[in-house]
């Protein structure tokens, strides 16, 4: 919309005539679910999440009544997008769970687009108890956590707020560059100047690292030094010396460097050639083989009981030989020695490399030699700047087994009892054919070729194989084949698998002939491994006929035995024959899930189908909703409906409405269906929708606790149709809805229920629920306990919306029912931080509703209440109220700290 519609369209709309009179022409039924009034939407999440930036505008610029915060199941929000937090931001939290939302009105990839300066400045203008007043920290720490730069210099150069030099330092750490840079553009003369500054930097950038138990993501490494040398331009440290008070770890960087991608690496380097000059005394104790490993004092007592100092010092000894070996002056090769790449240009190793190969792991990459050897050079030079206790030793054993095909330090290395590593290295995995540790080592572990993607390497393993298999007489022979049939199965690479000769005599097991099917990936590889299994179907069918006729010859010489008895110990051995693929194969892809490969087996194999189909149960059994879907696909097959009636299982395996809509689609007519259990309200809005009348006529069954919802759903309807005449319809239909016949239903559905009703501002159910509970004074009466909590419910639901104009008008309307459930707070014992605290009271406080608690408390007037703040969840929704309510004279609230 430009600006000439918007002005147009919000004239229309703020006339009420007009704006009622298009809203009550578009109700109807299939809305019921999803429209809200427009007075009733007070969360800004659910604004932004459902795409409403126009309509939040409005209300901040009117400065309506919102929700700030991030969380509220009431809203009937959709998944939560939330943006990961790297540990080095969770360090600034002190303690309270902060959420970074994609729907906060601070997210600065929606705000860029959808708000412009103007909203900022509505927003703080508007809501000062929660943005200005006594939460201007809290504001700025927000704004730096999303690095929102544009809310930021709103913040500070419209309401004067006063930034301070640590906020740069923190928000450079956390990766905030944008607002870093305006922080830095504050300071920029007292940093440049200051000696101190610069140095707390440098050790800010540079003094951390495992030895110190900090996990700092690699990419937040090479962005900090790149932020602070290239956009800060801060001069960076001649040597070490120039750094008050560091202590230089070099080998900062925990990473296996062959699991990273190309870019990764090539960044890592750019870092370490920007700051050559801090890494010269350490690249130069290298070359002159000076350079020892220092545990710290946690390291040497943690190692010191895993063994004797001196086999530890041996351990140390070895790994300090492997990194002096990386010096210069032991590389025959000095193209690839760190100190000479370094001097290279990081930008023209980059242009050699396509942008698809940069985004690609170094594994994948390790294929042609035309850039192998720029790879391996690459990979050499980070060598040293790797962990020397942990990810050294794994990337040492790859390069050596990788390039040069070398496992003696690797076999060395494992024999180590101190300091030792999980990472396992075997032959197979880089494709080096040893058929003696292939017999050694028989595992089914899917690893191989995992480090070799030369094709031309993994066919000579292949054929090698082939070769020694025919000439071995080893036991193992034939779990050998069946280990690599395995895993080329699991690679699903149809050239090898077809390479690899079966033996003629190998037999399969049930539970390998399920594990070969649990690791099906395509239809093509389905298509071998099923001759494979039914060729070895058919040779141990033949094996064991001719072990019943061996059996039955050797018992005609003691026994009389007539040719009868010996075609039936034939035929049970065939009809018993427990390793027939044909008879199981269905069964098996089913059981491996392997809805893919279902359809093809149909289509291809029809009559192997056609003979299993029947025989298929589903009843009680957990499937993922694919192996349905296929079944409902084909149904006609299925002779007996209710073996594999999905609606008779439990539904979890339904996880959104599309699912479930394609199954109900798909049902005969003549059966039942019924809702899943979970998320149940999402299923109500299709049905209400689509096939209200499966509803009403009682096809589709619902568990009764979930009766309220649909009562009301009733209820509106008949409104709507104006079916309600007098007073005493209205009655009855309340009394089914807050008294039903059925059996009892959750907390969870009532709270939807009521939810609904707010949002509809549906004021005389509302009168009736508070009404109705007026009504009884015999506390003792399952009813008046009942209506009791209906009203306590209702009043906890608005709280949680932060609807405070329904709440004072319900407040005015029934003030000692109100007061009775504002004073029924807990009287005895802490709960969660609070004390003598009521429900609605605890909601405002964890929602962070700051007018609509001031307003509650107000009304408690006799009741204090106490808080514990240390036990109070502090979040990012509640930080902003107790703030405020720390500060303001309040003669009803108590914190104890």
Known sequence: MNNYNDVIFFKIWRNHFIRNNILEKIKDDKNFYDSFKYEKIF????????????????????????????????????????????????????????VLDCNSIFYKEK????????????LFKNYPNYFLNFNKNETEFTLIEYDNQQALQIFVENFNHILQIESFFRSFEIGSYECSFYIFNKFKNEILKSKKHQSRIWNTLLNHSIFKNEMIEIDLINQRIDFIINKCQIPIPKSLSD??????????????????????????????????????????????????????????????????????????????????????????????????????????????FTSKELETNIIELLITSEKNEIIFGLYRSLLPFTHHLNHFIDNWNFYQIKRENNYQDYLKIKKHTIITTDTVFHSKMFAHYKFQEFIDDCQDDNNLFRFCKTKDSQINFINNFNKDLIMTNQPK??????????????????????????????????????????????NEMFDIVYQV?????????????????????????????TSTTTTNTVSNVTIGNDGQPIKRILEMLILCEKSNILQHFKNNYTLDYLSQVNYIDLTNKTFKFGIFKFVYDNLSDFSVYERVNAWRNNLSFITNVQEFKYLVERTPSSSDYKLPSDNGLSYFKYMVQERLFDLQSGRCSFESHKYPIYQYFKLVKDKRQGKETNEDDIKEEFNDLIYPKKSTFSSYTLRSTFSKICQYNDLDLIDLIFTDASNFTNFGDQKTTNSKSYVQILLEVITSQGDLELFKYVNSKFPEIVLIILKDGSKSSWVNGFYRCCRPVQLALTNGHIDFLLYILSLKKTNKVFLKITHISITFNNKCLLNHLINIDNSYLFFEH
């Open 477 to 522: 022979k034939y779990n050998l084949y069946k280990n690599i049939l395995s895993n080329l199965v699991w690679l699903d690479d149809i050239e090898l698998i077809n390479l690899l000769k079966k033996p003629v005599e190998v037999e399969f097991k049930q539970n390998e002939k399920l594990l070969l099917i649990s690791k099906l990936k395509s």
């Open 43 to 98: 969360s800004c999440s659910w604004m932004i999440e459902n795409g409403y930036y126009l309509l939040l505008k409005e209300k901040v610029n009117r400065g309506e009544n919102l929700i700030f915060n991030c969380i509220d199941s009431l809203w009937e929000t959709n998944e939560k997008e939330f943006i990961p937090r790297n540990l080095t931001r969770k360090k600034f939290d002190n303690g309270r769970l902060f």
């Open 243 to 352: 750094v008050q008070q560091l202590q230089f770890v070099p080998c900062f960087y925990e990473i296996k460097i062959y699991e990273q991608k190309l870019s990764t690496i090539l960044d890592c380097l750019k870092t370490i050639s920007q700051l050559s000059n801090i890494f010269k005394s350490f690249l130069k104790s290298i070359n002159d083989k000076s350079y020892k490993i220092k545990l710290t004092k946690d390291q040497d007592e943690y190692y010191s009981k895993k063994g004797s100092s001196t086999q530890l010092n041996l351990e140390l000894s070895n790994i300090n030989s492997l990194i002096w070996s990386l010096g210069s002056g032991n590389n025959n090769n000095n193209n690839n020695s760190t100190s000479t790449l370094l001097l290279l240009s990081i930008t023209d190793i980059k242009n050699k």
């Open 533 to 561: 299994l039914k060729m070895a179907n058919e040779m141990e069918r033949n094996l064991n006929i001719l072990k019943s006729i061996d059996y039955s010859i050797s018992s005609t010489t003691t026994t009389t035995t």
């Open 111 to 122: 705000a860029a687009i959808h708000w412009d300066l103007n909203f900022y400045i509505n």
